[in-house]
């Protein structure tokens, strides 16, 4: 099975962030915001039901989420879903920012995307746990990958 990524859509982790917070600064209220999360999630790839085991699953996470990652400190590509429609949204956000990127970059980046669209004060503290276990998760396979 081939698991490689596509090449991230911005050049940097850094622009990323700054095209999420442009294109969330276009919807005027959380109704908008929550349906494009939505409508995001759904451009996730599709992961293959024998991929969604309990060694893939992320914990801390009230919903379900699984992960898996591939590649080196070169080029780390991450691949995930859920099985909520505003998990996978977060998803797509944390992979659009942090998946195809090197280990270093990873590593050096911090999410100011979340609190740059206003999502940390509108996840529940369930949802921001979940986030927070994502993006650690990220992070730890950058310092494996770093250390291999």
């Avoid at 990127?101 to 979940?130: F, K, M, V, W």
Wanted: proline residues 3%; contains cysteine.
């Amino acid at each position: 099975m081939n698991m490689r990524s596509a090449r991230p859509a911005e050049a940097t982790a850094s622009d990323a962030q700054q095209a999420i917070i442009d294109e969330f600064a276009f919807f005027s209220d959380w109704s908008e915001r929550y349906q494009y999360l939505i409508d995001l999630g759904r451009k996730l790839a599709p992961m293959p039901e024998a991929l969604r085991t309990q060694q893939n699953r992320l914990h801390g996470c009230q919903s379900n989420v699984w992960i898996i990652s591939h590649g080196d400190a070169q080029s780390l590509h991450f691949t995930a879903i859920s099985d909520s429609a505003i998990v996978s949204g977060l998803i797509y956000l944390a992979l659009r920012v942090f998946s195809g990127r090197s280990a270093r970059e990873i590593l050096a980046t911090d999410a100011d995307y979340i609190t740059g669209i206003g999502l940390s004060q509108h996840l529940s503290p369930t949802r921001s746990n979940g986030l927070a276990a994502l993006i650690a998760f990220i992070k730890q396979r950058a310092q494996a990958a770093l250390a291999e």
